[in-house]
């Protein structure tokens, strides 16, 4: 699939920390590639055990019931596979077992595209403030573009014990929700992109709610460039 500016893309790849960050920021860019035939990966780094207020709630309970979901939305969008890294929900760093984990992964599937979270974008919105897990991840998928997933002698077991070359994308997105200058026309996907997010049931009490507000707010994004509905993000061509 040609993209824009000559940018070729067959792979991408979207590294994410809970269940439905994936369908919040680019679900339906997602669907957009998938249906123009781009293999797409989803690469969930947390066990997404956190993400409850029940005291009934167990960690191992909800991690069964948010990976169900995961697979669920990951199906609806088309992604050809689903990759559960298990790290726990909520005590996420930059750490250099994460790093190794995302780089090991950029190497065995070499997307062309890597989509991740914007890890300077710590306040959104005026009222919300962004989850550290996000801007751990977001930081993390950065250094394994420089240097973890591209240099050799990063991680050089990779490599010589695991037969994972190193690897370069062509481009890094990171997800802006409306502000970023590189759009995708998710006006055909709107409606999966929203699908897929309502599969997170456990995260969704009232979805009527939550589509009103994407629709407006991916509405919005789509009418600074003339289309009816659009993802947006900070694109960095690296490869």
Known sequence: MLFKDGLEIERAMVVFAHPDDAEWGSAG???????????VTYVLVTNGASGSSDPDMTRERLTGIRMAEQRAAADIVGAKSLVTLGFEDGYLYPTLELRKAVAREIRRFRPDVVIS?????????????????HLAVGETVMRSINPDASSGLMFPE???????APH???ALFLASFGDGE?????SSTIDRKIE???CHQSQMPEAGEIETWVRERFAAAGKR????FAETYRMFRVG
């Open 117 to 133: 979270h914007d890890p300077t974008a710590r306040t959104a919105m005026g009222a919300y403030i962004n989850h550290p897990d």
């Open 168 to 170: 370069l994308p062509k």
């Open 182 to 186: 590189t759009w995708v026309d998710i």
């Open 158 to 164: 990779l490599w010589k014990e695991e037969g994972l």
């Open 225 to 228: 460039f003339g289309v009816d």
């Open 29 to 39: 860019t997602s669907a957009a590639w998938a249906d123009q035939g781009v293999e």
């Open 196 to 198: 897929a997010l309502l």
